[in-house]
């Protein structure tokens, strides 16, 4: 007999109303689902892999404490979370800091199997856009990560950022042409 598990498809809001009655298994769900996503962001802001499980554990820590004091996110989970995350990046340093990207690798994956030729070719990209990624404005960076790093929604990342949609949208096209320009002066 075989046993398939399929990922839980529980909309967050059901889960989070699950999660403010006690549920465990909510709960476990919620850390299970967005566990690694937090984490991802974070790294691309901490180089110490450790420091970025320190954080992203805390970011659950008060996402319970939350809870348990009856002050749960009220709109988007996803976005609370990440705007959790981004006070205790900022807090970890004292101050904004530039986007360190040395975890691209887990955001532009290279498939193992490749020749040298090729995980060299890779290797060169990641550094591309590395530097490239170093140029733009603060919020620039936030924005490419967040909108395709991590797959949020305009009005996730607007919610996140503190800004409106209208002005996410054009920060984000700002981002792309500027991304895109360097890129190319770069390749010249």
Known sequence: MII???????PDMEL????????????RVIYN??????????????????Q??????DVFLD??????????PRKSLRAWL??????KIY???GA?????????????????????????MHAHRLERVRRALQQLSEDQQEVLVLRFGQGLSLQETADLMDKSVSAVKSLQFRATEALRRVLGEEGT
């Open 91 to 93: 807090d970890h340093y």
């Open 63 to 72: 996402f319970f404490v939350s809870l348990h004091r009856g002050r749960p």
């Open 96 to 120: 904004r800091q530039r986007l360190t990207t040395t975890s691209l690798e887990e955001w532009m994956p290279s498939d193992a199997a490749d020749s040298p030729e090729a995980q060299a």
């Open 16 to 27: 989070l109303a699950r999660a403010k009655q006690g549920d465990r298994e909510a709960q």
């Open 4 to 10: 398939l598990i399929l990922p839980d498809t529980t």
């Open 82 to 87: 990440f705007r959790v995350a981004r006070h």
């Open 52 to 57: 970025a499980r320190d954080i992203t554990a």
């Open 33 to 50: 689902r967005y566990f690694e996503p937090i984490y991802q962001f974070v790294r691309l802001r901490v180089d110490d892999r450790e």
